[in-house]
């Protein structure tokens, strides 16, 4: 069975910069078994909303909300996913989510609370 694992919130001050992990767990997965791996995140009151993904071929995608400010990258060597993240604004506050998709099937992390405090 598959796990994500994130870690790397916390709490900081406009303009600044956080990165956050994913790392994937499982006897028989890794980065590689994912077509697509990549970040959502929910803010309070608001629906989950897509951030950033990358595919298995390192394509990149990402929210208009977030281009020019986020990175997302991968390291295969060490089943993790990245997410820098610069020039964070308030409406970043939200808890982010790790995401893989595999043949149809979506794997969630179990979170990680990003407060930006203005």
């Known amino acids: 069975q598959v796990q994500l694992v994130e870690s790397g919130g916390g709490l900081v001050q406009a303009g600044g910069s956080l990165r956050l992990s994913c790392v994937v767990s499982?006897?028989?997965?890794?980065?590689?078994?994912?077509?697509?791996m990549g970040w959502y995140r929910q803010a309070p009151g608001k629906q989950r909303e897509f951030v950033a993904h990358?595919?298995?071929?390192?394509?990149?995608t990402y929210a208009d909300s977030v281009k020019g400010r986020f990175t997302i990258s991968r390291d295969n060597a060490k089943n993790t996913v990245y997410l820098q993240m610069t020039s964070l604004k308030s409406e970043d506050t939200a808890v982010y989510y790790c995401?893989?998709?595999?043949?149809?099937?979506?794997?969630w992390g179990q979170g990680t609370q990003v407060t930006v405090s203005s």
């Open positions: 499982g006897s028989t997965f890794s980065t590689f078994s994912f077509t697509y």
């Open positions: 990358i595919s298995s071929r390192g394509t990149l």
């Open positions: 995401w893989g998709s595999l043949s149809g099937s979506n794997s």
